[in-house]
């Protein structure tokens, strides 16, 4: 009867890692990101560009990274998990999503937002500035890639050592 209580205990503490949030495994370079947005939200960041965000948080945390628009090692959310401090870049994204009776349309020619939390896969909330929801300053917002119609939206990792991970 011993052996069968622990077969069981053992068997649900790994049932309960395996459904932790992404939110309770972050480390390192991602946790710095995301405290680091936490430190300026609601604040305006450098000159307010959606980039500037990406930019100084990186800086921030001492991160390699090109510079651009590659901001750290890729990231594949259909195959990979992606963390909270994980970078996006968006390339003429259009997301449409309906609300009660209303139909919304959002365009992201060439933005910038960092994973702010994870909802589920494939549902975030995003923190970026330069938008029209917040403006210049930075604001937290929902993304669901479920209702990306059209663009190429890229996820990042932050690294010390880009390309080597």
């Not at 068997?11 to 390192?28: E, K, N, P």
Request: aromatic letters at 12%; hydrophobic letters at 40%.
């Amino acid at each position: 009867m011993k052996i069968f209580k622990f077969i069981l205990v053992i068997s649900f503490s790994l049932f309960l890692v395996g459904f932790s949030s992404a939110q309770d495994i972050i480390t390192g370079l991602n946790k710095d990101i995301v405290k680091y947005v936490k430190s300026v939200e609601g604040k305006k960041v450098d000159r307010g560009e959606c980039w500037d965000l990406a930019n100084q948080a990186l800086i921030h945390i001492d991160a390699d990274w090109d510079k651009a628009y590659v901001y750290g090692n890729k990231v594949d959310p259909e195959k990979d998990q992606v963390f909270p401090g994980d970078l996006i870049q968006f390339e003429n994204v259009k997301v449409q999503y309906t609300e009660g009776n209303a139909t919304y349309t959002e365009f992201m020619t060439h933005h910038t937002a960092i994973v702010y939390k994870v909802i589920e896969k494939g549902v975030y909330k995003i923190a970026h500035q330069n938008t029209e929801f917040s403006g210049r300053k930075v604001g937290v917002s929902n993304l669901n890639l479920n209702h990306v119609v059209e663009g190429d939206i890229f996820f990042y990792r932050p690294t010390k050592n880009l390309g080597n991970e």
